[in-house]
């Protein structure tokens, strides 16, 4: 199994543009998550996802959109790039809700975004 | 804000036993606290988590006190690649979850394996 597949590892955008960024699981987990982490932090929350076809926004949803079309899938969308959003970001799965006996979060490598 | 207090950072020799302690003083008697470690340049990874009782798994121990106010992650013997962030973590109410809950991070304490 592969896990938590995330695309690109690196990326540099201009300010104003726009990007996906590309998150896949192989583990038929339910619940899908995209996290920021800025240096030296926590991870923050920015969308969630708890089935195909269901999302909803974390602690940080500005400037972002995602969908969940698959099982599998969970893109994050970034419209208008501005350089607050320079950061690394984490897509999450798990089985269970976060929390719950059941809710061990398994996480991709990250994709590290510089706006310029 | 995050529900936990961690030291910034720890020094450790290698081959030794490492205690990362972490204080939860609020935390409520159904929060499982759960721990986590990132190593660097990579996403983090689960360690171990526990409700009241002591837990052992292939990477570490979790030691909880009996007031659950705070516990101890436990590396029996650390080697080079433990170094890393360790972060200790409770969930909090969040209303937008469907689960009504989600993991807060703090900044973690960065554990440093001295040779």
């Known amino acids: 199994n592969a896990g938590v597949t995330q695309t690109p590892k690196f990326r540099i955008l201009k300010i104003g543009q726009s990007m996906t960024l590309q998150c896949t699981q192989d583990?038929?987990?339910?619940?899908m998550y995209w996290y920021r982490q800025d240096p030296g932090m926590g991870l923050k929350l920015i969308y969630y996802?708890?089935?195909?076809?269901?999302?909803d926004k974390g602690e940080v949803p500005n400037g972002y959109n995602v969908s969940r079309s698959t099982t599998e899938d969970f893109p994050l969308r970034l419209e208008l790039a501005a350089p607050s959003q320079t950061s690394v970001y984490f897509c999450?799965?798990?089985?269970?809700?976060?929390?719950?006996?059941?809710?061990?979060?398994?996480f991709g490598e990250g994709s590290r975004l510089t706006v310029l | 804000d995050a529900k936990t207090t961690q030291p910034n950072s720890m020094e450790s020799n290698e081959e030794e036993p490492v205690h990362l302690p972490c204080n939860h003083s609020?935390?409520?008697?159904?929060?499982?606290i759960h721990w986590y470690r990132q190593l660097p340049s990579q996403g983090p990874e689960y360690v171990i988590h526990?409700?009241?009782?002591?837990v052992n798994n292939r990477m570490a121990s979790l030691a909880i006190a009996e007031d659950r106010k705070s516990s101890t992650l436990i590396l029996h013997r650390a080697t080079l690649r433990d170094a890393a962030v360790y972060y200790c973590?409770?969930?909090?109410?969040?209303?937008?979850?469907?689960?009504?809950?989600?993991?807060?991070w703090g900044a973690g304490t960065k554990l440093i394996i001295k040779p």
């Open positions: 526990g409700l009241t009782s002591n």
């Open positions: 996802s708890v089935g195909a076809g269901i999302t």
């Open positions: 609020t935390i409520s008697g159904t929060d499982y």
């Open positions: 583990m038929n987990h339910n619940y």
């Open positions: 973590i409770l969930r909090d109410y969040f209303s937008g979850m469907d689960s009504n809950y989600q993991l807060i």
């Open positions: 999450a799965s798990s089985y269970g809700g976060q929390g719950a006996r059941t809710g061990e979060l398994f």
